[in-house]
Structure formats: C-alpha cells, structure tokens
C-alpha cells in the first residue's frame, strides 16, 4: 500500500492504529508530519471514516497549510471537505454556524491584536483604572492588561471567576493590600468582554473560550459534532492550553479516537499559555491509551543527537522518558560525521567575525552548498543587531525573520514618514527621510546644504523646500524633483480632507513612483511583504473607527509605538530569496538547516532570565497543573535543545568575553553542561573589507520563489490576461485599492447566501428553533432586504452619494428578483459549496456559489454583479471549472450552467457540454504549468487601462 510505503515499524503503528487514544511521542526530525498526514490518508482510503469526519488540528495557518498539502498529494481522488485547522480557524468555524444558539451574533468581527489595543485605548475612562492608568503615561498598561485578558481565556477563566476570587480576598484579613489591584483587573477583565459583545467582536482566545462554552451549554450541538468527528488528531500537543484540551476532550468523547502528537522536551511556548503538563494528564484521562515512540531521526548526524539527548538529561526527572519509562535516545539514518565547535571570541564583535569567517570557510570548501543551508540562532531578536552589519559588508545576502518590528523596516519608517509630514508639514524628521527616499536620486551633498540652510535661517525643511530658490550652489535636478515633492504633499494634504488613510497610502505609493520602484528592487518581495502587513494595521483602524483620517490613524499609530508596540511580522520562511537565516529559536521550531551557528551562549543571555509577567494571573485560580521546580531553566535547557536539533550537519556553538559594561560575561551553563568547558578566548580579527575580493552575487528576483501548489480560477485567469499582473497580484501580492463594485458584489454575494440557506432551513426544519417560535418555510421580501441591510458593506465607495446610489441599486435588484422567483423558488442542494479538484497531479480550489437540483441532475449558479454582455456570450471556463469538481468531487451530473446577473436579473444560461468541460480542463493544466515554469512574460495590450498595476508597471501599453 502506497500510503505506507517507507515508514519505519513505529512510523506504520501509529498510522494503522484503529480505535481508542494514541499517543505519539515525536522527537526532533522523526517525521511526524509524515505520521500525521499518512493517518489521515489511510482512515480516507481504507474507508474506515469520510474525509470530512476527521479532524485535524494544529497551531499554525503554516502547519496546517502544509498538512492539507500533503493529504491533497497522498488521497488520488478529490474530496469535499476536510477539516485541518488551527484551533482557533476550527473555534471560528464553528461559532460562525452555532454563535446564535447562545445567544451571541455569528457575524461577528474578530479583532487582531491593534485593534484590540485600539478598543482598549479608546474606550479607557469607562474601565475605572488606577494603579494600571498612571497618570504620566495612561496607555502604559494597555498592552500588559490585554496580555492578562489572553492568559484568563487560555484557562477558561470566565470574570465571574475573576471577580468571584477577588471578593474573597477583601474578605481575607491577610490578603486585603492585593485586594484593590485584582479587583481592580478582574473588573476591567468583565468590561473588557462587556465591551467585544457591544461591539459585535471576539478575540482569539473567545474563538476557543466560547466554542467550549457554546459545547457545554447546547448538549445537542455536541452531539452533533461528536458524530461528525469521529477521529480526532493533535499536532504539537505538548503547546496546548487548558481551554483547548478541554475542547478536544469535549469532542473526543465517548468514543475517544484521539490520537496526539507531542514531544515534552520541545515544549517551549509556556508563555503563550502552553501547558507541558497536559501530555501527563492525558495518560491520566486515557490510562488504556496506547503509546509509541518515534526515535528513528532522519534530519540530524548521531553525534549532534547525542549531544542534545546528553543535554536534555539535566531536566530529569521532569521529562516523559523518566516518567513514562520509555526510550527517547533519538537514532540517526544517516552516514558520516558531524562537525561541532564551540566558537570563543574576546569581544561581541569578534563572534560575529568568527561566525562569518566560518560561514565563508563551509562555503568556499563545499561549492554545493547554498546560502539558504546556514542559520544563526539568537535567544531575542535585538541579539541579531552584532552579525547583521558584518553580512552586510561582505554582500552575503540574509535575511532577518523576526516575529516583531514592523515599525522599524526601512520601507515603513520612509512610508511612515511621509503620512507624519502630512499630519504636520514642520516635522523636519520626517522630511529628512523624506528627502532621502532612494528613488528621488537626489546627491547627498544637496540634501547637507539644504538641510544647514534650515539650520542657518532657523526654518523647518519645508520652509527651506517650499522656497527653495534661495539656497544656493544645488544641481538643476534638485529644483525640479524638490518641486514635484512638494507638489505631491500639497495635493495630498488637500486629499486628506475627504479621502481615509487607506486611501492617502494607496494614492501615496502609486503617485510618489515609491511603489514602482519597490517592485523592482532587488528586495521587492520582502519589502512589499512588509508593507502589506502595515497595510493590515491600517485596515484595522478604518475597522475601528469612524473618522478614518490621516490625522487620526497617525495619533493613533504614535501613541501604540510610545506605549512600546513594534509591530507585528508574520515572516514567510518558504518564500524569498537564498539567504543566510537569522532567527530567534523560537521561529526556527521546525526548520531544519545544513549548519546552525547558536550565538551569544553567555550567562544572562542564554539561558536568559525569568521574566513576569506583566500582570500575573494568581496561582488561585489557575486551573493548568503548575509546573514544579525551576521551570523558566527547564524551559531554556528546552529552547536550547530546539536550537541543537535544528542542525543536519554541523552544529557551532558561539560565544565571547567583552559584550560592554564593566565586566567581562561569564559562558554559559549551557555550555558546561555541553561539555563545552574552559575554551581558550580565539583572537577577534579583523577583516580588511577594503582588501578582499568581494563575493559575487546574481541579482535576486523581486518575485518570491515559492510558487503556489494550489490554485483557483481567478488565479488563472489573471495569468492568461497577463503573467506579469499575476506576478504583481499573486507572487509579490502588491496592495491594490478597493472598488465600489467590490463591496457592492461581496454585500450581494453574502445577502443571497443568508436567504437560501434560510430557505433551505425553512424547508428541511421541522422543530422549533431554541426560543420557540417555528421558522417560515419561505423568507417575505421584507427579510430579504434586512438580511441586506444587515450585509451591507460600508466601505470604499467614493463618497456618500455614490453609496446611496449603490445602496439603492441593490435593494431594487433585490425586489425584483423576489417578485420574479416567489413562485418557483429553485429547490438548493448546496450553498458556497467548497471543493478540492484534482487535475492531473495538480489541485484546484474553489467555492460554487450555488447548486440547484434537477430532474436529471444539477445546475451550477454563480452570481455577478456586472452588466449582462451584450453579446449574450461570457469566457465559460469557471463553470466549466465548476462542472468538472461538480462531477469528479460531489459526484453529481452537471445539466445546466448559469451565470446570474444580479442587477438584470437575467441568468445566461447553457446545457452541459462534456467536450468543452474537456477542453476547459487541458486549458488549466497548461496555465498551471505554465506557472510552475516561472514564465511571467508581460503581454501587454487593452486590458492594460483597467489593470490595477497599471501606474506602476515599466511594460503597460501606452
């Protein structure tokens, strides 16, 4: 049986396994991916179970990104649905189906971390603060309190137990000094969750919180699930939480198919709430479950397993190898030998010279190796500041994946800079960067003599620039590119005034070139993949708030980054170009790279010290078995174990005396208890970067090189209009601004779901719902223009009349489309119905708007909101798509295709057609390909006027 094909014995237990739990102890490199996704396939495949009742959960859209990946590959069939998710994508999707059974809306918004802070922040008078709102800095607390609200809900800590404990203590004689300050938390814990209800919002801990909430309350609603999901798997459960084990325990039962996958000595997210003990009680929950253990490691050489099994023996006896007696001595398939070092230098700076030298050495001596096969550790990211600049020198490309610092990307702060100028013109900060934006090409000598200008007449830079005729002695071009600036800042600050801040961004990047010369930098994927991450906090604030201005989200933004916000990054790892990788361990957890350098391993440093908590949750009331002994060391020797076994190869452990300050830095424990003792201080060195031959690097493709495995229609079709808009669109992903028609289309869309599958719920419900009215079989007209209401997307229409024009022109459509149909409503089989369609070894992703059924089959209904051609003809390659998942996937007989204009309420129709669906299918396959070649040549022509590239793009037809 294929699916089984070159799994080890342990390997091929854990997937064949039947009934009853399993645990699957995992080490490092074992594959248990691999486990993962074969069990999958192989339930699938033996038909002990459906592909949709298998759940699998995980903690990384990533993670799960990759598994759906891999079952797609292994299944040789198509299949309906399959539910791998994160815990919190699962806890979504199901509150989205059940919120309204208890009482909660199931439209609700879930709100990032910004806007949580912004909701916090905005609404701090009505939370009664003292000791947490000092009077200096109001905000100071704002982000620590919401980390507090986090850790509650990852112990399903609900603040009627919060507020519950603290009453308790004011009536402790011995407790009355902690009183206030909780009392004073747990309150603002309550208004907290008071104010997400009044604003129709959850956050991710509520998508787990009130997902088991909502299980314990509506009996029927789990039985429901517990008969759908009748095998359940965990990936990393070693980093689950309370709350979520509960929910996995609730789900599980009775029959208890679960199988977990977990490794205790690479449990290192104690500070997000993950609970080690969790692995102990499940053999307490489970005590019949059956264990196995995955030792056979196919990453790493035997003498770095060694070293790290040595190591990881000084957390005894608080590992599952002492308490559950089984062997965890991970044993390589590999030949030949490892090299590992330890690196000692007499300064920070030499380290990094010494890591460089060897990086350079292990690449001049193997050709064959890549710059993506090198990795520096760090234990924080401000740790990467000492090796960054000595990469930089010797052109060695890298890159830099931390988890924080968006703010202080170079693309943001120039993007940054010039939304502050708009805000206030005097900000001379802001202008400098702004005259040293690289695409201006203005010569630096100019720049110094406009800025001593400024100095000498006591002027800000824009009063120098908007009279810049009277400074002397600057080049010709410096007039002319200093007065296009200035009028870009006069006509956007007149925009400002009526247009939002996402909108002023958008305008900003495409009028400035700022965009257009990104793109074509050697770092456009990086840089773009930055911006739209800031793009997402704009969003957030226009999400917010009603007065979307510049002024506003800039107020906004500053007060965040004083109150200590960095902003988050969410790195791509399989994207990019070769580069050497710098990473904390914690983003390095589940990587793998041919030579790992793990640097700074001095006292303080690595192992680092204990930190608290900001707010910490009282002992009382956690719920999790607290951990016993040194936890914080236990969890470091961990981390650094992560850190040991990332590495196939080579293993280099680095270290130096003089880091500034008065003393010199002690070595790390680690290093002793490494065996790594009493090294000899190696000479720092100098390298003479004047001297030496510079390396040669080819110029790196602005696009990403991971391309897509799977894909969709409009992927498609955007490649056939032209390679180069699908490389801006779906490689580089490049913001575009939104479009009336879109919110108008989407609000349709959504409103048409609401009524059939209220249609449908009239026809096929027959009890009454929960507070006792029975639903009608048929929706009035009078619903279907509130559920429109109610969908109504507010955003990006030009201006107040242009929304009341839109507004209007779908409730008309929306009418008659009533009166046409209310006779001979359409009998829905599907709504939204999602699919996985394999064509060839490729797969296709879609989502069919609607299927009717048919005496002799079906008919594919997809909706649209443009005017109906006039040549009553439209492309029929997705519903042909459509046709072909129809029939290949559900298994169902295509009859009719239809395209439905919504505004005409005219459908154009066609019978099915087995020699177009054919050749529709050949026509996908060799886009696909096509895009797997990485063949983006740009085909300019008429399509270029409403290409949303267009101002940027070098290729456009004039």
Same mark, same amino acid.
């Given at each position: 049986?294929?699916?089984?094909?070159?799994?080890?014995?342990?390997?091929?237990?854990?997937?064949?396994?039947?009934?009853?739990?399993?645990?699957?102890?995992?080490?490092?490199?074992?594959?248990?991916?691999?486990?993962?996704?074969?069990?999958?396939?192989?339930?699938?495949?033996?038909?002990?179970?459906?592909?949709?009742?298998?759940?699998?959960?995980?903690?990384?859209?990533?993670?799960?990104?990759?598994?759906?990946?891999?079952?797609?590959?292994?299944?040789?069939?198509?299949?309906?649905?399959?539910?791998?998710?994160?815990?919190?994508?699962?806890?979504?999707?199901?509150?989205?189906?059940?919120?309204?059974?208890?009482?909660?809306?199931?439209?609700?918004?879930?709100?990032?971390?910004?806007?949580?802070?912004?909701?916090?922040?905005?609404?701090?008078?009505?939370?009664?603060?003292?000791?947490?709102?000092?009077?200096?800095?109001?905000?100071?607390?704002?982000?620590?309190?919401?980390?507090?609200?986090?850790?509650?809900?990852?112990?399903?800590?609900?603040?009627?137990?919060?507020?519950?404990?603290?009453?308790?203590?004011?009536?402790?004689?011995?407790?009355?000094?902690?009183?206030?300050?909780?009392?004073?938390?747990?309150?603002?814990?309550?208004?907290?969750?008071?104010?997400?209800?009044?604003?129709?919002?959850?956050?991710?801990?509520?998508?787990?919180?009130?997902?088991?909430?909502?299980?314990?309350?509506?009996?029927?609603?789990?039985? +429901? &699930?517990?008969?759908?999901?009748?095998? @359940? *798997? =965990?990936?990393?459960?070693?980093?689950? $939480?309370?709350?979520?084990?509960? /929910?996995?325990?609730?789900?599980?039962?009775?029959?208890?198919?679960?199988?977990?996958?977990?490794?205790?000595?690479?449990?290192?997210?104690?500070?997000?709430?993950?609970?080690?003990?969790?692995?102990?009680?499940?053999?307490?929950?489970?005590?019949?479950?059956?264990?196995?253990?995955?030792t056979q490691n196919y990453r790493s050489q035997q003498a770095i397993l060694d070293l790290a099994y040595d190591f990881i023996q000084?957390?005894?006896?608080?590992?599952?190898?002492?308490?559950?007696?089984?062997?965890?001595?991970?044993?390589?398939?590999?030949?030949?030998?490892?090299?590992?070092?330890?690196?000692?230098?007499?300064?920070?700076?030499?380290?990094?010279?010494?890591?460089?030298?060897?990086?350079?050495?292990?690449?001049?001596?193997?050709? +064959? &190796?890549?710059?993506?096969?090198?990795? @520096? *550790? =760090?234990?924080?990211?401000?740790?990467? $500041?000492?090796?960054?600049?000595? /990469?930089?020198?010797?052109?060695?490309?890298?890159?830099?994946?931390?988890?924080?610092?968006?703010?202080?990307?170079?693309?943001?702060?120039?993007?940054?800079?010039?939304?502050?100028?708009?805000?206030?013109?005097?900000?001379?900060?802001?202008?400098?960067?702004?005259?040293?934006?690289?695409?201006?090409h203005l010569p630096p000598a100019d720049v110094i003599n406009i800025i001593n200008w400024a100095h000498k007449k006591t002027q800000s830079l824009f009063e120098v620039c908007r009279n810049l005729q009277l400074v002397p002695n600057l080049h010709k071009n410096t007039y002319q590119t200093i007065a296009s600036i200035m009028s870009l800042i006069d006509k956007l600050s007149l925009e400002t005034r009526f247009k939002t801040i996402g909108e002023i961004t958008l305008r900003f990047l495409e009028m400035s070139g700022y965009l257009k010369w990104l793109t074509q930098n050697k770092k456009a994927a990086e840089n773009i993949l930055y911006l739209n991450q800031f793009y997402k906090y704009i969003i957030a604030f226009e999400r917010a708030h009603e007065e979307k201005t510049t002024h506003n989200f800039v107020y906004e933004l500053n007060s965040m980054i004083d109150a200590g916000e960095e902003g988050q990054l969410q790195p791509d790892f399989t994207e990019g170009p070769e580069a050497v990788k710098i990473m904390t361990v914690h983003a390095a957890k589940g990587l793998e790279f041919a030579y790992v350098f793990v640097v700074n391993l001095v006292d303080k440093r690595f192992p680092s010290i204990a930190r608290k908590e900001a707010i910490p949750i009282p002992d009382e009331i956690v719920k999790d078995v607290l951990p016993q002994g040194d936890w914080h060391l236990e969890e470091e020797r961990r981390l650094f174990y992560v850190a040991m076994t990332r590495a196939k190869n080579g293993l280099f452990l680095t270290s130096g005396e003089d880091y500034g300050g008065a003393r010199k830095k002690k070595p790390s424990r680690f290093l002793q208890e490494t065996g790594f003792v009493n090294t000899a201080p190696a000479p720092s060195g100098q390298i003479l970067f004047g001297n030496e031959k510079k390396l040669s690097l080819a110029q790196i493709k602005a696009e990403a090189k991971h391309l897509p495995q799977i894909f969709s229609f409009t992927q498609l079709k955007a490649y056939e209009t032209c390679p180069w808009q699908y490389r801006f669109a779906f490689l580089l992903k490049v913001p575009t601004p939104s479009k009336p028609s879109f919110s108008f289309g989407k609000t349709i869309h959504n409103t048409l779901y609401e009524f059939f599958r209220r249609l449908q719920e009239g026809e096929t419900n027959q009890q009454a719902p929960l507070f006792g009215k029975k639903a009608q079989k048929t929706p009035t007209q009078a619903e279907l223009l509130k559920i429109y209401q109610e969908k109504w997307i507010d955003e990006w229409y030009l201006s107040k009349k242009n929304r009341e024009e839109y507004f209007k022109k779908g409730e008309e459509a929306l009418k008659k489309f009533y009166d046409l149909n209310q006779q001979n409503w359409p009998k829905v089989l599907y709504l939204e119905k999602k699919f996985n369609l394999k064509i060839g070894k490729y797969t296709i992703k879609g989502a069919i708007d609607r299927l009717d059924q048919l005496a002799e089959g079906v008919e594919i209904v997809d909706y649209k909101t443009g005017n109906f051609p006039k040549t009553g003809k439209k492309d029929q390659e997705q519903l042909y798509l459509y046709a072909l998942a129809v029939k290949e996937v559900l298994q169902l007989t295509p009859e009719k295709l239809s395209y439905y204009f919504i505004e005409e309420n005219q459908p154009l129709t066609e019978e099915f057609n087995l020699a177009k669906m054919e050749k529709v299918q050949t026509w996908a396959l060799n886009l696909i390909e096509k895009i797997l070649q990485g063949n983006f040549k740009p085909t300019p022509g008429f399509h270029c006027r409403y290409c949303d590239f267009k101002e940027i793009c070098e290729f456009r037809a004039k």
């Open positions: 049986m294929e699916i089984l094909a070159k799994l080890n014995q342990e390997q091929k237990q854990a997937v064949i396994h039947k009934n009853g739990p399993l645990l699957i102890v995992a080490g490092a490199g074992t594959g248990k991916t691999t486990v993962i996704t074969r069990r999958i396939a192989y339930l699938i495949e033996e038909k002990i179970v459906k592909p949709e009742e298998i759940l699998a959960l995980t903690f990384t859209e990533k993670a799960a990104g990759e598994m759906a990946e891999r079952v797609d590959g292994l299944l040789p069939l198509g299949y309906v649905d399959l539910w791998i998710s994160t815990f919190h994508g699962f806890g979504e999707r199901i509150l989205k189906d059940h919120a309204l059974d208890v009482g909660l809306s199931n439209d609700f918004k879930l709100l990032s971390d910004t806007e949580q802070w912004l909701l916090v922040k905005e609404h701090l008078e009505e939370f009664d603060l003292d000791y947490y709102r000092p009077k200096g800095n109001p905000t100071k607390f704002v982000q620590g309190l919401i980390a507090h609200f986090s850790r509650l809900k990852d112990e399903d800590i609900t603040p009627a137990e919060y507020v519950a404990y603290a009453q308790k203590l004011k009536l402790d004689t011995d407790q009355t000094d902690s009183f206030s300050r909780i009392y004073e938390v747990a309150t603002a814990y309550a208004k907290y969750q008071q104010l997400l209800r009044e604003h129709n919002a959850f956050d991710f801990g509520d998508l787990i919180v009130e997902t088991v909430h909502l299980l314990k309350q509506r009996p029927h609603i789990l039985q +429901k &699930l517990r008969q759908q999901f009748q095998y @359940i *798997l =965990v990936d990393e459960f070693q980093d689950t $939480n309370y709350a979520q084990y509960d /929910l996995i325990k609730l789900l599980a039962a009775p029959h208890n198919n679960l199988t977990v996958v977990a490794d205790d000595d690479q449990s290192i997210y104690s500070f997000r709430g993950a609970a080690m003990s969790n692995i102990l009680i499940f053999k307490k929950d489970y005590p019949n479950s059956k264990e196995i253990s995955l000084h957390n005894n006896p608080n590992r599952l190898e002492e308490t559950l007696k089984i062997d965890k001595h991970l044993q390589s398939n590999k030949t030949g030998q490892a090299l590992i070092e330890h690196l000692h230098a007499q300064s920070l700076e030499g380290e990094a010279q010494l890591v460089l030298d060897k990086i350079l050495a292990l690449k001049q001596k193997n050709k +064959k &190796l890549s710059w993506n096969d090198f990795a @520096i *550790l =760090v234990r924080a990211n401000d740790q990467a $500041n000492t090796f960054i600049p000595y /990469l930089e020198r010797t052109e060695i490309p890298y890159q830099f994946l931390a988890s924080r610092g968006l703010f202080t990307k170079a693309v943001i702060l120039d993007l940054l800079a010039f939304l502050r100028l708009l805000d206030n013109y005097h900000e001379s900060r802001s202008f400098y960067r702004l005259l040293n934006f690289a695409h201006w």
